[in-house]
């Protein structure tokens, strides 16, 4: 696996790349937004991105941004002294996919990238028979992990198909947060849960005409969320 990570602070970025490494994972080091791209676009084997969020120039927040525009399955991951809640959903809402808060250990980092990269599926899975999950007017395709609405694709984040596909799974059926947590982040993932209902926003706004009030995608008072065909 190859890990990009972006900081400009060099014992962090230093400190990172040599846990990284004795992982058993090459590495790729960035000391600003623009370094950081430049290096993301020549190296089409990038799997997971670690990105701090405070930098001169192009912050952590546009790099995601950039990442996900290219529409590539890497995995990102923010890493910010900011512990205000705006700058987690901030992260969450244009496509990262965990946020490391710092000051961090090198072992909760390394489980989280470990975490990550199963639900991204960089480890081989087995093929499933059934390729295509059908509600209604969509269609998700679990082999090439696309979304259709008739014949028009949706684009979806990696993160964003692993909620979907668990939701289709259970159509018709309320879901806790806790069991999206367990189903979607594995009973590994110990970061801020409040992931689940960033990702069901930025689904809605995806998936609903008018995302404000749900048709499909929609809350249980005090419990949860449904899928409805």
């Not at 990238?113 to 059908?134: A, D, F, Q």
């Not at 696309?146 to 879901?175: C, H, W």
């Not at 979607?184 to 801020?192: E, I």
């Not at 005409?209 to 899928?227: F, I, N, S, T």
Request: include cysteine; charged fraction near 30%.
């Amino acid at each position: 696996m190859k890990i990009l990570i972006l900081d400009d602070e060099t014992a962090i970025s230093g400190f990172v790349e040599i846990n990284l490494k004795r992982a058993g994972w090459e590495t790729l080091t960035a000391k600003s937004g623009e370094e950081a791209m430049e290096l993301f676009e020549k190296d089409p084997g990038v799997d997971i991105a670690l990105l701090d969020v405070m930098l001169p120039g192009i912050d952590g927040f546009e790099v995601c941004r950039r990442m996900r525009a290219s529409e590539r399955n890497v995995g990102i991951i923010m890493l910010s002294a900011k512990s205000q809640e705006m700058d987690k959903v901030t992260g969450l809402m244009i496509g990262a996919d965990d946020y490391v808060p710092k000051p961090f250990s090198i072992t909760e980092l390394i489980a989280r990238i470990e975490s990550l990269s199963r639900r991204l599926g960089h480890k081989p899975r087995p093929v499933k028979k059934e390729s295509r999950l059908s509600s209604g007017r969509f269609t998700l395709d679990t082999e090439t992990r696309q979304l259709f609405s008739g014949d028009r694709e949706i684009p979806l984040t990696q993160m964003e198909f692993q909620v979907l596909k668990y939701f289709f799974a259970n159509r018709g059926k309320a879901v806790s947060r806790e069991d999206i947590l367990e189903g979607v982040w594995g009973s590994d993932y110990f970061g801020d849960d409040k992931i689940v209902d960033v990702n069901v926003r930025r689904l809605r706004i995806k998936v609903e005409e008018d995302p404000a009030d749900p048709e499909h995608l929609v809350a249980v008072r005090g419990y949860g969320y449904k899928w409805v065909d």
